[in-house]
C-alpha cells in the first residue's frame, strides 16, 4: 500500500483523540516571537499534573543536578523549550488512548512500558553517539509502535488476531499486520506523526523504526530508534507484543558507531533511566 493510501485511511479513523490543548498552545507559542520563559511557563501551570511532572523530570537522574529545582521557570531554563514541550507530549499522548478498547489480546500496560524504555533507550544511544537532537530521538522512540495502538483502537477484534497469531508462531508483527490489514504499525505511525503535524524527521523514525536486513538507515536519529527499540526488547522492558527479538540491522549500529565495550554502560544507563522514567510518566 503506498502512502497516499495510508494517510487516507488515517485520516478515515474517527477514534483518534485530537492532542490536548495545552500541547496546541504551546506549539504555537513556541513559534512565534513572544515565546518568553514567562509566557510558556503560564501555560504549563495552567495543567497541574503536567507542572507537577516537569519539576519531577527536571529533578530525575537525567539531569543530576546537585540541588533541587523547584521553580517551573527554572525548569524551562534548564530542560529547554523543545523538551519541555516533548514532555508535556509524552505524559498526555498515553492518557488519550486510555479509556478506549484494544481487544482481549492487545497487552496496553506492557505495551505502554514498552513505549517508555524505547524511549530512553534510543535517547541514551543518541546521547552515546553525540546526536545533535536526544529529545527528538526520545519522541521518536516514545512513538514509534504508536500505529499498533491506532490501529487496535479502531480494529480490536482484527488486531487481536495480529497480536494471537504473532504469540503462537514468532512471526513478526509487521508481517502479520501486513497479511491481515495490508498495511503495518510504521506506515500507520508516521501518517499520524504527519496528521498531528510533527516534524517530518519524528515521522520518519516512526515509519522506518523497523529496518530490514541489509536495508541502510537514512539518518542517525532512525539508526537510534531502530535500535532502542530492539534494546528496550532485550532487556525486556514492557512488551510490544512482538514473541521473537528482532534482528539488528548492522548498518544501523555502525552508523552510530559506538563500540561494543560501550553497549554495556549504555544497557546500565537504560535500565537505571527507564525505572525512573515510568515511575514519572506512568499516571
Ligand atoms: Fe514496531
Ligand atoms: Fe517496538
Known amino acids: 500500500m503506498n502512502a497516499k493510501e495510508i494517510e487516507r485511511i488515517v485520516s478515515s479513523l474517527d477514534k483518534i483523540p485530537t492532542l490536548p490543548a495545552i500541547y496546541s498552545k504551546l506549539g504555537k507559542l513556541l513559534q512565534s516571537p513572544d515565546a518568553t520563559i514567562a509566557a510558556v511557563s503560564n501555560i504549563i501551570s495552567e495543567d497541574q499534573v503536567i507542572a507537577a511532572k516537569v519539576l519531577k523530570f527536571v529533578n530525575s537522574a537525567f539531569y543530576g543536578f546537585p540541588q533541587r529545582v523547584g521553580s517551573l521557570q527554572r525548569a524551562i531554563v534548564i530542560l529547554g523549550f523543545n523538551t519541555i514541550k516533548n514532555l508535556v507530549f509524552a505524559t498526555s499522548v498515553f492518557d488519550m488512548f486510555r479509556g478506549m478498547d484494544t481487544g482481549g489480546a492487545f497487552d496496553k500496560k506492557n505495551f505502554w512500558k514498552h513505549c517508555i524504555g524505547s524511549a530512553v ?13 536526544p529529545d527528538e530521538v526520545f519522541t521518536g522512540g516514545l512513538l514509534h509502535d504508536i500505529g499498533k495502538l491506532v490501529v487496535a483502537v479502531h480494529y480490536p477484534d482484527k488486531y487481536s488476531a ?24 510504521c506506515q500507520v505511525g508516521s501518517a499520524l506523526a504527519a496528521q498531528w503535524r510533527f516534524p517530518a524527521d519524528t515521522a520518519q523514525m516512526i515509519g522506518a523504526h523497523h529496518l530490514a536486513d541489509g536495508a541502510v538507515p537514512a539518518r542517525k536519529d532512525i539508526a537510534a530508534v531502530h535500535m532502542g527499540n530492539i534494546l528496550s526488547m532485550a532487556l ?8 521473537k527479538l528482532a534482528t539488528v540491522n548492522a548498518k544501523a549500529w555502525e552508523l552510530l558507531g559506538l563500540s561494543l565495550s560501550s553497549l554495556e554502560l549504555v ?11 515510568t515511575e514519572i510518566l506512568e499516571m
Request: net charge negative; no cysteine.
Open 162 to 185: 495480529v497480536v494471537n497469531e504473532v504469540q503462537h508462531t514468532g512471526t513478526p508483527m509487521v508481517e502479520s499486520e501486513r497479511k491481515i490489514f495490508g498495511y503495518d504499525h
Open 236 to 243: 525486556g522492558l514492557g512488551s510490544g507484543g512482538e514473541k
Open 121 to 133: 533507550a534510543s535517547r541514551v544511544l543518541a546521547e552515546a553517539a553525540d546526536l545533535r537532537n
Open 267 to 277: 544497557m546500565d544507563k537504560i535500565v537505571k533511566l527507564y525505572g525512573e522514567n
